[in-house]
């Protein structure tokens, strides 16, 4: 064997070493535990989102609506798992290079590079891209709740494509990415009060307005065909909302377990604070109230949970629960705004208060923190300062974008159905099915 093939040997046998090497170091920094409680995560968000928005939405709307709901939560959870896969993680979690404040890059198009050996922290970056793809299926989905009941499928398809290309995915990157312009600037969103409430409530209203009120609204009662139904879907929303907050610690560890508690505290506190107004003001507490303010009080902990104790859950949600009841009255009985299932008033509302008092709550010199608190040389004013940046620059950016798409989409295919198939139901009109056959 000749020096020059005796190099080439050793060179070969040490890159095979580097390789082994590496995979063993990669297997090494994946921890167990934590890898565990994303999964069950994993499975909690995607299971807010089917079944549990689908029926909790599926029951407020008319009988011969439900069926459009669920397939439009189930074809969302479909489409936007392959746009995810396609470009959507990649675009949200890569460096952007020049652009890289605003924008991802292309580097992990189709998931390149996400190996079995890949991490991301202490979990396998596959299961990290799984987690995320499950916030990206659940936004757009909250939004269909502003024009349910009238709006084309095809167009609600079309929309919720482009909007998470151009919208959610943006924010997502902004406020989660290393060196996102809003990261960077240390706005505290733990779990996704400006990337998934405010930009889904901002993107309902919108959409609310441009596609316009349902036919009926205003005129006639338009009661929910089945709150049993949407109880059962809020009791899973209460559950997977668990996953949502506590998995976004991405560690089995205690801040996880304090923003688990947080949720059910603040849960708490905004469905008690909204039946209590319910009780005073009409002497008899609603069902939907009830279900209503528990959502209003998760979604305003959300971007708080992994900053706030026990305490501060508390004040939070029976805040919610006060603001976000105003809100919708505001809304559907002052403005006569048909934000058919209320999406704006409580997530929207909901998503930008808990943004606006993680800032304030995260204070240790309140007592009511869970340890995490500000960034170093931060305090309360610049914090709530970096607090009020991202919620303006989001509500902004989603609302201008928002409507620009619905005027793209409209050059394409109508937004609304015909007169017609609105009076049919768009069980048949759209799908040709009924959810009941009695």
């Given at each position: 064997?000749?020096?020059?093939?005796?190099?080439?040997?050793?060179?070969?046998?040490?890159?095979?070493?580097?390789?082994?090497?590496?995979?063993?170091?990669?297997?090494?920094?994946?921890?167990?535990?934590?890898?565990?409680?994303?999964?069950?995560?994993?499975?909690?968000?995607?299971?807010?989102?089917?079944p549990g928005l689908a029926l909790f939405y599926g029951g407020l709307v008319r009988t011969k609506n439900v069926l459009s709901i669920l397939m439009q939560c189930f074809a969302i959870t479909s489409i936007?798992?392959?746009?995810?896969?396609?470009?959507?993680?990649?675009?949200?979690?890569?460096?952007g290079g020049s652009m890289n404040a605003f924008i991802g890059g292309f580097d992990k198009v189709l998931f390149a590079g996400v190996m079995e050996g890949?991490?991301?922290?202490?979990?396998?970056?596959?299961?990290?891209?799984?987690f995320q793809m499950t916030f990206a299926i659940i936004t757009p989905s909250l939004i269909v709740g502003a024009f349910a009941e009238r709006a084309r499928f095809s167009a609600m398809m079309l929309f919720s494509s482009i909007w998470l290309f151009v919208v959610y995915i943006p924010i997502t990157h902004w406020v989660w990415a290393e060196g996102g312009w809003l990261f960077e600037m240390g706005l505290l969103d733990f779990a996704g009060g400006t990337v998934v409430h405010i930009t889904a409530g901002v993107a309902a209203l919108v959409a609310a307005l441009v596609i316009g009120k349902r036919k009926e609204f205003g005129v006639h009662a338009l009661p929910p065909h089945n709150l049993t139904m949407t109880?059962?879907?809020a009791g899973m929303l209460w559950v997977g909302w668990f996953g949502f907050n506590g998995g976004s610690a991405l560690a089995a560890d205690g801040n996880a377990a304090m923003a688990m508690l947080v949720t059910?505290?603040?849960?708490?506190?905004?469905?008690?604070?909204?039946a209590a107004i319910e009780w005073l003001k009409h002497g008899k507490p609603s069902v939907l109230g009830i279900v209503?303010?528990?959502?209003?009080?998760l979604g305003t902990i959300t971007p708080a949970s992994g900053f706030v104790g026990p305490a501060g859950a508390l004040i939070i949600g029976l805040t919610a629960g006060f603001v976000c009841y105003n809100a919708t009255q505001i809304m559907k009985v002052k403005l006569k705004l048909d934000d058919s299932l209320d999406v704006f008033p409580v997530h929207g509302v909901g998503g930008i208060l808990g943004t606006f008092l993680a800032g304030i709550f995260a204070s240790a010199g309140l007592g009511v923190f869970s340890g995490q608190g500000y960034a170093e040389g931060m305090n309360m004013i610049s914090q709530v300062w970096v607090q009020l940046i991202g919620i303006g620059s989001t509500m902004l950016y989603t609302a201008v974008m928002t409507?620009?798409?619905?005027?793209?989409?409209a050059l394409f295919v109508d937004l609304r159905v015909e007169r017609e198939e609105e009076t049919e139901?768009?069980?048949?009109?759209?799908?040709?099915?009924?959810?009941y056959d009695f």
């Amino acid at each position: 064997m000749t020096k020059h093939h005796k190099l080439s040997g050793i060179s070969l046998i040490s890159l095979l070493l580097l390789i082994f090497s590496g995979n063993a170091m990669a297997a090494d920094a994946i921890n167990g535990a934590d890898t565990a409680w994303i999964m069950i995560s994993t499975a909690l968000v995607l299971f807010m989102t089917l079944p549990g928005l689908a029926l909790f939405y599926g029951g407020l709307v008319r009988t011969k609506n439900v069926l459009s709901i669920l397939m439009q939560c189930f074809a969302i959870t479909s489409i936007m798992s392959i746009l995810w896969l396609i470009a959507g993680y990649s675009l949200a979690f890569s460096d952007g290079g020049s652009m890289n404040a605003f924008i991802g890059g292309f580097d992990k198009v189709l998931f390149a590079g996400v190996m079995e050996g890949s991490v991301s922290g202490t979990i396998p970056e596959g299961l990290f891209a799984l987690f995320q793809m499950t916030f990206a299926i659940i936004t757009p989905s909250l939004i269909v709740g502003a024009f349910a009941e009238r709006a084309r499928f095809s167009a609600m398809m079309l929309f919720s494509s482009i909007w998470l290309f151009v919208v959610y995915i943006p924010i997502t990157h902004w406020v989660w990415a290393e060196g996102g312009w809003l990261f960077e600037m240390g706005l505290l969103d733990f779990a996704g009060g400006t990337v998934v409430h405010i930009t889904a409530g901002v993107a309902a209203l919108v959409a609310a307005l441009v596609i316009g009120k349902r036919k009926e609204f205003g005129v006639h009662a338009l009661p929910p065909h089945n709150l049993t139904m949407t109880v059962i879907g809020a009791g899973m929303l209460w559950v997977g909302w668990f996953g949502f907050n506590g998995g976004s610690a991405l560690a089995a560890d205690g801040n996880a377990a304090m923003a688990m508690l947080v949720t059910h505290i603040s849960a708490a506190a905004g469905a008690a604070m909204w039946a209590a107004i319910e009780w005073l003001k009409h002497g008899k507490p609603s069902v939907l109230g009830i279900v209503t303010g528990m959502v209003a009080g998760l979604g305003t902990i959300t971007p708080a949970s992994g900053f706030v104790g026990p305490a501060g859950a508390l004040i939070i949600g029976l805040t919610a629960g006060f603001v976000c009841y105003n809100a919708t009255q505001i809304m559907k009985v002052k403005l006569k705004l048909d934000d058919s299932l209320d999406v704006f008033p409580v997530h929207g509302v909901g998503g930008i208060l808990g943004t606006f008092l993680a800032g304030i709550f995260a204070s240790a010199g309140l007592g009511v923190f869970s340890g995490q608190g500000y960034a170093e040389g931060m305090n309360m004013i610049s914090q709530v300062w970096v607090q009020l940046i991202g919620i303006g620059s989001t509500m902004l950016y989603t609302a201008v974008m928002t409507y620009i798409i619905l005027k793209v989409v409209a050059l394409f295919v109508d937004l609304r159905v015909e007169r017609e198939e609105e009076t049919e139901g768009l069980d048949i009109a759209s799908h040709d099915e009924r959810g009941y056959d009695f």
